[in-house]
């Protein structure tokens, strides 16, 4: 567990596993973070902390959802407080892995898509408090308390940062950075989804494990319900900050207009991960259908090859059957040059019908380059 306190001037101040005991002053918030194993454990001395500091503990449903592992993105709202769960991109490499889950560099189906794990963050936001509760090893909570507890925070193009003004203003920072993490992984994805389409439109491919590819459609599939779950819980969230009653300061208005121009880039970044997942489940699927038409097309010019020998030898294997037959009058045979003759009219028939396929197109170099 871990406890800072944040002013709207200087560094954050590490309270460390220590709960608050006095309420927060009007210009400062504090930001109570937990795993989910020390929620369930120190779960007493956190709600009565919360009745004591905000009027209010948390009510029996919502301990539940954040207690919950697999709790899909979603948002709900009391009176008193807010609630957003929202569900973090984990990944093989810093053990995060789903039991049962292949290793990660493993060859078997695609290694991106393999390794996409996904772990909910609970966000309950207070009007001077924000509690949160993380998985195990969660590099977002690590990421901000370093940089809260920065003499001088900087943002990612190395500018000044803007001051965390609100537990609301905390959150979504914390849900926009899980959102950032979305959008690094389309680089992998769309490499991975243009190996597959580029072996799948080679002419000679022989593709043997349609498994992988079916379970990389289904994983893309996945991401996407994961992404519909999280616009979801944040429009909610939208339209609850527009329902909340104007700020009679205009200091505190001009924060609130802030914080909705921030909740909508968040819902922009997500709609952008929507978009890219599902142009990259309809490529997937466009390129398995041109590897189908692909070989069809290539079956049809192997067979259209076949019958136009076929038809070049026909005749020829009728002027030999003619010249076989068991007549003792047969023209040409008894003449001295009369197998040259009968060679010399089979040429001239194979030229002829050659020629004829030729013009007609069925015997032609096909470029795949085109």
């Given at each position: 567990m871990r406890t800072l306190h944040i002013a709207a001037t200087g560094p954050a101040q590490d309270l460390g596993e220590e709960l608050p005991l006095a309420?927060?002053?009007a210009t400062g918030f504090y930001w109570v973070s937990c795993t989910r194993a020390e929620f369930a454990a120190q779960l007493p001395a956190l709600q009565a902390m919360l009745h004591r500091q905000c009027g209010m503990a948390l009510v029996d449903l919502h301990v539940s959802d954040l207690l919950n592992a697999q709790l899909p993105s979603n948002y709900d709202a009391t009176s008193q407080y807010d609630l957003m769960v929202f569900q973090r991109l984990a990944s093989a490499e810093s053990g995060e892995a789903a039991p049962g889950a292949p290793p990660a560099g493993a060859q078997h189906g695609a290694p991106v898509l393999a390794r996409i794990v996904t772990r909910p963050v609970g966000m309950v936001v207070f009007d001077h408090l924000l509690l949160t509760v993380h998985p195990e090893a969660c590099p977002v909570r690590a990421h901000f308390v370093q940089r809260l507890l920065s003499?001088?925070?900087?943002?990612?193009?190395g500018g000044q940062a803007r001051r965390t003004s609100s537990p609301a203003d905390l959150m979504l920072r914390l849900v926009n950075h899980m959102v950032d993490s979305y959008l690094e992984l389309r680089r992998e994805l769309t490499r991975q989804l243009d190996h597959w389409q580029a072996a799948l439109l080679e002419p000679k491919?022989?593709?043997?494990?349609?498994?992988a590819i079916l379970d990389a459609r289904l994983a893309l599939h996945q991401l996407d319900e994961i992404c519909e779950d999280q616009r979801a819980a944040?429009?909610?969230?939208?339209?609850?900050?527009?329902?909340?009653?104007?700020?009679?300061?205009?200091?505190?208005?001009?924060?609130?207009?802030?914080?909705?121009?921030?909740s909508r880039d968040?819902?922009?970044?997500?709609?952008r991960v929507v978009h890219h997942v599902r142009r990259l489940e309809q490529s997937a699927e466009t390129a398995v259908q041109m590897h189908f038409s692909l070989q069809s097309n290539r079956a049809n010019d192997i067979m259209?090859?076949?019958?136009?020998?076929?038809?070049?030898?026909?005749?020829?294997?009728?002027?030999?059957?003619?010249?076989?037959?068991?007549f003792e009058f047969i023209p040409l045979v008894h003449k001295q040059d009369?197998?040259?003759?009968?060679?010399?009219?089979?040429v001239v028939v194979s030229l002829v019908l050659i020629a004829y396929f030729w013009r007609k197109r069925y015997l032609e170099h096909i470029d795949r380059d085109v």
């Open positions: 309420p927060s002053s003499e001088q925070p900087t943002d990612t193009r491919a022989r593709i043997s494990n349609w498994s944040i429009q909610e969230w939208i339209e609850a900050l527009d329902a909340w009653p104007p700020e009679a300061m205009p200091h505190a208005q001009r924060e609130r207009e802030l914080l909705k121009v921030r968040v819902l922009e970044h997500i709609e259209r090859t076949l019958t136009t020998i076929t038809a070049v030898f026909l005749p020829l294997n009728l002027i030999a059957a003619v010249f076989g037959m068991n009369g197998f040259w003759w009968a060679m010399a009219g089979m």
